[in-house]
């Protein structure tokens, strides 16, 4: 891939605007889980639920961003794309074991969503290896199983009643059982195309 401008020694560019996106949410990661270890007389609980769910949305947001500005304006990197994709999933695994320390989520959803990302990220790697990397790209179901994920995670790390009345734990509940059966889904798709190559029948 290349980027619309080129260094002096003729590669791409380390650092672009949707690289510093990237990098900027793989900071947020460590600020994520760490503001949740803060001690009460710090801030309150509910004040570190408020702090993880925006750190959380806004990296979701730059994850938008920095795809949709490297693909509008030519900057798509090596790099970029190698980062991208382990930001996103450093991102969520980091706030499932957050929100597992914290009784929010269910032990078997968070195995289920990690479990799947590992076992889709080997499988992804295998194809690139036989040269059918094709097979297994992105496709609509993913980025549904992603959405998904996006929306559940901030909902159960802001937790609290929203206004004082609506129940924003039993959204975000409901939501990630959602994300839980999405996930599943899409890993049985991705597997279900690449198994003729991984039967030797293709």
Sequence with gaps: MNSAKETAAGGPPLFNVPMVLTWARIAMIPMVVGVFYLPDPWMPMHWRNIAGGALFTLAAVTDAVDGWYAR????????GAFLD???DKLMVCAALVVLLSLDRVD???ALVIIGREIAVSALREWMAQIGAA???AVNWLGKAKTVAQMIAIPVLLFWDPLFGVIPVAAIGTVLIYVAAVLTVYSMLYYLRLAWPHLTGRE
């Design 85 to 87: 994709p382990v930001a």
């Design 72 to 79: 509008r304006y030519g900057q798509i990197t090596p790099l």
């Design 107 to 109: 032990g078997f959803v």
């Design 134 to 136: 094709s097979n297994v």
